[in-house]
Antibody, heavy 123, light 111 residues
Framework: EVQLLESGGGLVQPGGSLRLSCAASGFTFSSYAMSWVRQAPGKGLEWVSAISGSGGSTYYADSVKGRFTISRDNAKNSLYLQMNSLRAEDTAVYYC????????????????WGQGTLVTVSS | QSVLTQPPSASGTPGQRVTISCSGSSSNIGSNTVNWYQQLPGTAPKLLIYSNNQRPSGVPDRFSGSKSGTSASLAISGLQSEDEADYYCAAWDDSLNADVVFGGGTKLTVL
């Protein structure tokens, strides 16, 4: 069974940093592209970032480009999101998401979601 | 303002058929496949339809998807109370900053 378990969320001040982690199990992690999708309180879904199965290709939404960095450790079956220069508008539940293939474009189809971790940016 | 446009709300009575629309442009729906997600209250989203009209294993055939030009639709027949949820469409967008775009979501109420 595919399982995605996010951690690392919490309360952080504007301008601060946070690192999210996603522990994956139940599938060959390196064979699948992964992404982060967020949902602000009471709002819709927003794609944040994606990484190919090998880690060689990454994509970012304009809203986070230059501030967030996605990475993965295939040996540890883990996905990460380093978030710097955080703003109030980054407040959201962040979901770890699995694609059906290893290419970046595969991430438009999310076949498995984590339970989400809440990031709150506030002073 | 979402790149893909959905009605904010929809409703129907048990047993009825309802449709939810998703409107885009030539850079997204017009040139790529559409996917639909269902989000039940307080839970993570779930893949409902992929590649315009394909159902993942376990999704009832009451749910169906279609696409025409730059628009797509999700149809739910034989509406049930457990279908009350938020529904989102999504597609790849080939504009300058290629990425995944979502609709704003449609809240479906079963009356």
């Amino acid at each position: 069974e595919v399982q995605l378990l996010e951690s690392g969320g919490g309360l952080v001040q504007p301008g601060g940093s946070l690192r999210l982690s996603c522990a994956a199990s139940g599938f060959t992690f390196s064979s699948y592209a992964m992404s982060w999708v967020r949902q602000a309180p009471g709002k819709g879904l927003e794609w944040v970032s994606a990484i190919s199965g090998s880690g060689g290709s990454t994509y970012y939404a304009d809203s986070v480009k230059g501030r967030f960095t996605i990475s993965r450790d295939n040996a540890k079956n883990s996905l990460y999101l380093q978030m710097n220069s955080l703003r109030a508008e980054d407040t959201a539940v962040y979901y770890c998401a699995k694609a059906p293939g290893l290419r970046i474009r595969d991430i438009v189809v999310v076949v498995a979601w984590g339970q989400g971790t809440l990031v709150t940016v506030s002073s | 303002q979402s790149v893909l446009t959905q009605p904010p709300s929809a409703s129907g009575t048990p047993g009825q058929r309802v449709t939810i629309s998703c409107s885009g442009s030539s850079s997204n729906i017009g040139s790529n496949t559409v996917n639909w997600y269902q989000q039940l209250p307080g839970t993570a989203p779930k893949l409902l339809i992929y590649s315009n009209n394909q159902r993942p294993s376990g999704v009832p055939d009451r749910f169906s998807g279609s696409k025409s030009g730059t628009s797509a639709s999700l149809a739910i027949s034989g509406l049930q109370s457990e279908d009350e949820a938020d529904y989102y469409c999504a597609a790849w967008d080939d504009s300058l900053n290629a990425d995944v775009v979502f609709g704003g979501g449609t809240k479906l109420t079963v009356l």
